[in-house]
């Protein structure tokens, strides 16, 4: 049973900084892709970054690139986001999810776990 637990969430200030984690647990966490996705209330979920199997390749959705930062850490199963830079507009629940191979997907269809969610709230 995979188990993806995403942590780190919270109140910041606009222009200030998060890193929000992700610890998977259930399958060889190194063999697969990783990637973060958000939904803000009433809008739908969207893709915010990803990363390949060994961490080499990494991708960002066009409203956080430059300033949110995906890697991973295979020796410890977890995943982290870093968010600098943030905007009211990043308030949401950030989703861990767990890739169905080991390159980096962009679909959220293309992957088959997700974690419960940690709310990231960006205040002006």
């Known amino acids: 049973q995979v188990q993806l637990v995403e942590s780190g969430g919270g109140l910041v200030q606009a222009g200030g900084s998060l890193r929000v984690s992700c610890a998977a647990s259930g399958r060889t966490f190194s063999n697969y892709a990783m990637g973060w996705f958000r939904q803000a209330p009433g809008k739908e979920r969207e893709f915010v970054a990803a990363i390949n199997w060994s961490g080499s390749n990494t991708i960002y959705g066009n409203s956080v690139k430059g300033r949110f930062t995906i890697s991973r850490d295979n020796a410890r199963n977890t995943v982290y986001l870093l968010m600098n830079n943030l905007k009211p507009e990043d308030t949401a629940v950030y989703y861990c999810?767990?890739?169905?191979?080991?390159?980096?997907?962009?679909?959220?269809?293309?992957?088959?776990?997700w974690g419960q969610g940690t709310l990231v709230t960006v205040s002006e």
């Open positions: 999810a767990g890739g169905s191979s080991r390159y980096t997907q962009t679909n959220g269809s293309q992957f088959g776990h």
